[in-house]
């Protein structure tokens, strides 16, 4: 009597899991290859609104973001619940808008500051003061490429 | 001599897997796919105060589009809607029956690949107020985008066969020649004070 006795004589062989790792590799390189790690913490809440004409930002590399939307809910206690404008990891004012803009200018290439672009994420709540100041802001910058950050909706006319 | 030929053994790799599986469900919970995507617009360049004033525009050419505070339109001075408004900006853009209050045409002037073409001269200029929500801001320039966008398709469908995202570069540099896209914010202030 052997210890290790068959119980089922004939029966189909166990799938060989050898390439298992390898297959668990695939995905993992997939997945490390197109994950993008967030860069900044938001600490405005940014629920975009929805558009059918929109079309992708291209070369991520030459967009800067600005956020405006009311403080998250942990925050809402010592700054609020009116609209704030989020650069970077900080609140800012549109008056700090300038040093950003320069900031983000100096680091990129010379040649490529014609073309930069700002995404605005605006949650869909705010009013258009605060978003119009900021566009005044980006005017006097000459930072005129913008792009209203929205999600792919449905068509209103059609429904 | 028997120490020796026994050399290194080998690690097990049987719980590669596992480490891959551990890296792998780290990955699958930080990605994030979203593609940003949004409303490409251009800012007009700052207003120089020594400039010459432009020629004002005439009233027929400029197609007014006015949101107040309440999120209410109002459309060449009508009470306006957002599900009519696409089709009142295609109206006024193409101005197929040559009607004396929407867009006048400059004279026909030879595009390449497309040939002689009425360019409008019809402006769309959009105002709202501080108290606008944004939500209905994105939603007023998404449709007159898309009224741009439709009016687009049509001449790039009678030109080319297809539709103007499926053009090629000197194709759509045609088509946008023949219908600039023309919506204006006007300089912001309190329509409804």
Not at chain 2, 103 to 109: D, L, V
């Amino acid at each position: 009597m052997s210890k290790f006795q068959r119980k089922s004589k004939g029966g189909t062989p166990a799938i060989s899991t050898a390439s298992l790792p390898d297959i668990v590799f695939m995905l993992l390189f997939f997945f490390m290859v197109t994950t993008v790690m967030r860069e900044v913490s938001l600490k405005v809440v940014v629920s975009q609104p929805k558009a059918t004409e929109v079309k992708k930002l291209e070369k991520k590399s030459l967009v800067s973001y600005i956020y405006i939307g009311p403080p998250i809910i942990g925050l809402a206690a010592a700054y609020g619940t009116e609209p704030r404008i989020q650069l970077n990891d900080a609140f800012a004012t549109v008056s700090d808008l300038g040093e950003f803009i320069i900031a983000e200018r100096e680091a990129r290439n010379e040649k490529e500051v014609p073309f930069m672009t700002t995404s605005l994420k605006v949650d869909k709540t705010v009013k258009m003061g605060i978003v119009t100041d900021v566009k005044q802001e980006l005017r006097e910058l000459n930072a005129l490429k913008i792009n209203y950050s929205t999600k792919k909706g449905t068509d209103i006319t059609a429904q | 001599m028997a120490r020796k030929k026994r050399g290194l053994e080998e690690i097990n790799a049987g719980s590669m897997a596992d480490i891959a599986f551990l890296l792998l469900i780290f990955f699958l919970v930080t990605t994030t796919m979203d593609v940003d995507s949004g409303l490409l617009r251009k800012l007009p360049p700052p207003l120089d105060p020594e400039a010459p004033k432009p020629p004002p525009i005439k009233e027929r050419n400029v197609f007014a589009v006015l949101v107040n505070r309440n999120d209410q339109l109002l459309v060449e001075g009508e009470i306006g809607n957002l599900k009519t408004l696409r089709a009142k900006a295609i109206e006024f853009v193409t101005n197929p029956y040559n009607k004396a209050n929407l867009s006048a045409k400059k004279p026909a002037q030879d595009i390449e690949l497309i040939g002689m073409y009425e360019v409008s001269k019809g402006v769309v200029s959009l105002q709202n107020d501080r108290g606008t929500s944004y939500d209905m801001y994105i939603m007023v320039q998404n449709e007159l985008v898309a009224a741009y966008r439709e009016v687009r398709d049509d001449l790039s469908m009678q030109t080319f066969g297809k539709k103007y995202g499926t053009l090629n570069k000197a194709q759509a540099k045609a088509v946008r020649q023949a219908i600039p896209m023309m919506i204006s914010e006007a300089e912001p202030r309190n329509i409804s004070s």
